[in-house]
């Protein structure tokens, strides 16, 4: 058995091999790069029988809703792009949204989600979360770190055109006295 899964990997390998090399840029027709190909390909070939015997069911996730309008809630369940800056949506940035909760557009799909389905209770896990294409409404805002001084034997860091100068006495843990 394990012989002829091998063969048809093999077959299967070279199949693909002869369609890159006819796609790829000759310098990446090396052969640690096919050693690498092999690799991916023996990996996903494994991944794919492992799914197929497993008693877990695997599945794409198919809510999206594209066309519909996006909400806060919705930066949980799936990875976005913001579609005016191709950037992915960062916990940092800052949406604002109108008094019904909608953000933004959903527009299409990039990445569909993966989701494995138990088979006796029934329970979903989420193993890829999909990734959306959306248009906000309103630019995204970023929360900006604040940049605090820190001291270090007696000088401070920070910004201030590389200039050191000295912090006030009461930063260094000594008691300011008046004269």
């Known amino acids: 058995m394990t012989a002829n899964r ?11 091999s002869n369609l890159l090399r006819t796609l790829l840029p000759v310098d990446q027709t090396t052969a640690s790069h ?27 996730a198919s809510d999206y809703d594209i066309g519909g309008p996006l909400s806060l809630d919705d930066s949980v369940k799936f990875k976005i792009i913001d579609q005016a800056t191709a950037q992915h949506l960062r916990s940092s940035d800052l949406m604002k949204a109108t008094p019904d909760g909608r953000v933004g557009q959903k527009l299409c799909v990039i990445h569909p989600g993966l989701v494995r389905k138990g ?22 805002g ?22 050191a100068s000295s912090p006030p006495a009461s930063i260094l843990g000594q008691e300011l006295v008046e004269i």
């Not at 190909?37 to 008693?55: G, T, V, W």
Request: net charge positive; glycine share 8%.
């Open 142 to 163: 970023r929360r900006r770190k604040i940049k605090q001084a820190t001291v270090e034997s007696g000088e401070q860091k920070g910004k201030g055109g590389g200039r």
């Open 34 to 60: 096919w050693e690498a190909l092999r690799k991916i390909f023996s990996e996903a070939a494994d991944l794919a029988k492992n799914m197929r015997i497993a008693p877990s069911t695997y599945v794409f």
């Open 6 to 16: 091998e063969k048809y990997l093999d077959l299967r390998y070279a199949e693909l």
């Open 119 to 140: 088979q006796n209770d029934g329970r979903e896990i989420v193993l890829v979360k999909p990734t959306i294409l959306c248009k906000f409404d309103h630019h995204l």
